[in-house]
C-alpha cells in the first residue's frame, strides 16, 4: 500500500492503520510523545505515545457523550470540572451547554494544550470562553484539595499508563466523591468491553461502592480499540436512565440526542454479563 500509515497497536495482537498525508507536528513534552497528524480518513488526528487521542473525523462522538450525558441528568450543573482532556474538545461541550457557569480543566501537560489550539481549532474551540479556568497541574492532587464544590466531574483520561493510573483507582473516585456536591454526578472513560473488560468491571464495582447510583453506558468511536466503548458513571442522587427527554435543553449535536441518552444505556448481554448483571 503506497503512501505514509500510521499504525497504533491497540493491543500486543490488534492494530488500526490510517493513512496519512502528512506530520504536522511531532514534539517530546515532559510527559509523552505528542503528535498530530493529517490522515485521509479522518482528517487531523492526535496522538500521545502512538495513542490516538482523537481525530476532527470521530471526536464528536467521544466528547459529546462524556459531557452532555451527565450535564443532562443533573438539573443544575453550574460548576462542572474536567480533568484531563487537553485536546479541548470536552471543554467545548461544557462551555456551550447553556446550564453551566464555571468550568475548570485540570491537565498534566500543557503541551497538549497548546498543540490543540494552534493544529486542533475545530477541537479547541472553548479554550477562549470566559467560563473556562484552565489549570495545569494534576488532576489528581487537584480534586485532593476539593471538597463539595462541583456538580459534575468528568475524567477525561487516557489509557491507564504513566500519569493516568491514578485516575483509575478507586481511591481517586472517593476523592472526587468528595469534590462533588451532595446531588453531584461523575463520569470517567473507562475503555472497551471487548479488551479492557478487567478495567471496565473494576470501574463500575469501584463506583457502585461509592456511589448510590452506578451506570455504565456505550458508544461507537471508530478510532478506540474495537469501536464499542463504554463511560462509567457515578451519580448521589440523579438517575441517568430516569431523565425525562422533555427537560433536555436545546443544543445542537452530532450523537448524542436525548433518544441517544437512553439508548447508550441499553447494554447488550455480554456487557451485562461483564458487568455481573443477569
Ligand atoms: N479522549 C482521549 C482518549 O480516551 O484517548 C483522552 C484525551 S485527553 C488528550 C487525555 C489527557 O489526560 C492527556 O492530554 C493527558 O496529558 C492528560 N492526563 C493524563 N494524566 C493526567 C493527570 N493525572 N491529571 C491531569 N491530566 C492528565
Known amino acids: 500500500m503506497k503512501g505514509l500509515w500510521f499504525t497504533e497497536l491497540q493491543t500486543p495482537e490488534l492494530a488500526i492503520s490510517l493513512r496519512?498525508?502528512?506530520?504536522?507536528?511531532?514534539q517530546r513534552t515532559p510527559y509523552q510523545e505528542?503528535?498530530?497528524?493529517?490522515t485521509e480518513a479522518l482528517g487531523k488526528m492526535l496522538t500521545l505515545d502512538g495513542v490516538i487521542q482523537t481525530t476532527v473525523g470521530d471526536e464528536f462522538v467521544y466528547h459529546e457523550m462524556i459531557t452532555l450525558v451527565p450535564l443532562n441528568?443533573?438539573?443544575?450543573?453550574?460548576?462542572?470540572?474536567?480533568?484531563?482532556?487537553?485536546?479541548g474538545g470536552s471543554a467545548r461541550e461544557c462551555v456551550r451547554h447553556p446550564r453551566t457557569r464555571e468550568v475548570t480543566m485540570v491537565e498534566i501537560d500543557g503541551a497538549v494544550v497548546e498543540a490543540a489550539k494552534e493544529f486542533l481549532p475545530e477541537i479547541g474551540s472553548g479554550f477562549d470562553c470566559p467560563k473556562l479556568n484552565l489549570i495545569i497541574g494534576d488532576g489528581i492532587k487537584y480534586v485532593q484539595e476539593k471538597r463539595d464544590y462541583y456538580d459534575v466531574v468528568v475524567v477525561d483520561a487516557?489509557?491507564?499508563?504513566?500519569?493516568?493510573?491514578?485516575?483509575f483507582t478507586r481511591e481517586f473516585y472517593a476523592q472526587v466523591h468528595a469534590a462533588l456536591r451532595e446531588d453531584g454526578i461523575m463520569v470517567a472513560q473507562t475503555e472497551s468491553p471487548f479488551f479492557n473488560k478487567d478495567l471496565v468491571l473494576k470501574a463500575y464495582q469501584d463506583m457502585q461502592s461509592l456511589f448510590p447510583i452506578a451506570r455504565v453506558y456505550l458508544a461507537t468511536i471508530p478510532t478506540y480499540p474495537g469501536g464499542l466503548w463504554t463511560f462509567t458513571l457515578g451519580s448521589k442522587r440523579y438517575d441517568p436512565v430516569a431523565v425525562q427527554p422533555e427537560t433536555i435543553p436545546p443544543l445542537e449535536t452530532k450523537y448524542y440526542s436525548?433518544?441517544?441518552h437512553?439508548?447508550?444505556f441499553v447494554l447488550p448481554p455480554f456487557v451485562n454479563k461483564l458487568l455481573g448483571k443477569a
Open 34 to 38: 505528542l503528535a498530530v497528524l493529517e
Open 258 to 260: 436525548p433518544q441517544m
Open 158 to 167: 487516557p489509557d491507564p499508563v504513566g500519569p493516568a493510573v491514578g485516575l
Open 20 to 26: 496519512a498525508r502528512r506530520v504536522l507536528h511531532h
Open 262 to 264: 437512553q439508548a447508550a
Open 73 to 87: 441528568t443533573h438539573p443544575n450543573p453550574e460548576r462542572v470540572l474536567i480533568i484531563g482532556g487537553g485536546d
